[in-house]
């Protein structure tokens, strides 16, 4: 008979869970090896700074720890501490002393008064993401780009498409509506393929 | 036929699947026949695929924690233990049997 592996997780999540709920230091320091360093990959990004992102981490497992009685067993230990540094990081990000933004409309597409794009003819591209990311320098550049999106921009782009979050729980941990989310998401996308675009196009117009 | 603002603005939906049969057509069509929007939409989903991939792939996701956060952690842990409910209903029932010992004693 094959085991059944997923049941097994469960099996030893829930047993997990109770020992850290009574209190069992070594299993808390088992969560912490097993989960903190993809716990502070997620807090560096959202960061981008080494110190706040380990005070970030530090501050999910604290509030993890206390709200240990709160878990809904019903899912899965990582998804909620994710939730958690997510949201620890979102609070850091606003209380940082807030600058003027810069604008992006000059990174978005560009109309005529009947609708028609203005820039023609949009170049290609050199390639799939597949082409483009066998490039060494890709990573970078486009990491790279992701940081100059103002602020408002790359929360959401992370959130939604780097951290996988749905257009509701983002709106929920950005505090606005979730059109708002959509209509960041669409705006944010567009300034980053703005950015990526003289690194990626075809020296030809289409 | 939809304007190349009315298919740009719907490709977010496009690209999550959220457009409607008749939308979907629509937009479908637009894209078609107008070699710019397909290219900027073709150029808009690598975007997609570029950002989601170059940050999560080969991004220390299965790193080991720095040793001194960890102690760090366990340090703040070991001095802050957990309060459990039980222990808030204890000191709410002790401050409700205080009350009226304190009315009594200030009487």
């Not at chain 1, 097993?34 to 990004?45: N, T």
């Not at chain 1, 970030?56 to 709160?70: G, K, W």
């Not at chain 1, 990582?78 to 000059?106: F, G, Q, Y």
Request: glycine share 4%.
């Amino acid at each position: 008979m094959t085991p059944d592996i997923r049941s097994e997780e469960w099996a030893a999540e829930r047993d997990l869970v109770a020992r850290l709920r009574g209190g069992d230091e070594r299993a808390f320091e088992r969560l912490v090896r097993e989960q903190g360093g993809r716990l502070l990959s997620v807090a560096r990004r959202f960061l981008r700074d080494e110190e706040e992102a380990r005070d970030a981490v530090q501050e999910c497992f604290l509030s993890a720890y206390r709200a240990l009685d709160r878990f809904d067993q019903g899912s899965r230990l990582s998804t909620w501490l994710h939730r958690i540094v997510i949201n620890a990081c979102l609070m850091r990000l606003r209380s940082r002393r807030r600058k003027p933004e810069d604008p992006i409309e000059d990174l978005l597409p560009k109309f005529q008064a009947d609708g028609h794009q203005v820039n023609h003819p949009t170049p290609e591209w050199e390639g799939s993401a597949e082409t483009l990311l066998a490039r060494s320098q890709t990573r970078s550049i486009v990491r790279q780009a992701i940081d100059r999106l103002p602020e408002s921009y790359r929360a959401v782009l992370l959130l939604r498409d780097i951290e996988e979050l749905s257009t509701e729980e983002a709106a929920k941990s950005l505090g606005v509506t979730e059109n708002a989310v959509k209509i960041r998401l669409h705006r944010a996308r567009q300034a980053l393929r703005g950015l990526l675009e003289p690194h990626f196009r075809r020296t030809a117009p289409c | 036929m939809l304007s190349c603002r009315e298919a740009l603005s719907r490709l977010a939906d496009l690209e999550a699947g959220g457009l409607d049969r008749a939308e979907k057509r629509e937009t479908e069509r637009h894209l078609a026949g107008c070699r710019c929007c397909l290219s900027y939409w073709r150029s808009y989903r690598t975007t997609v695929a570029l950002a989601r991939r170059a940050c999560s792939e080969g991004d220390a996701r299965d790193l080991p924690m720095p040793e001194g956060l960890i102690r760090r952690i366990l340090d703040v842990i070991r001095n802050r233990p957990r309060s459990k409910p039980v222990f808030h209903i204890v000191h709410l029932l002790s401050g409700v049997a205080a009350a009226p010992l304190l009315a009594f004693w200030l009487r």
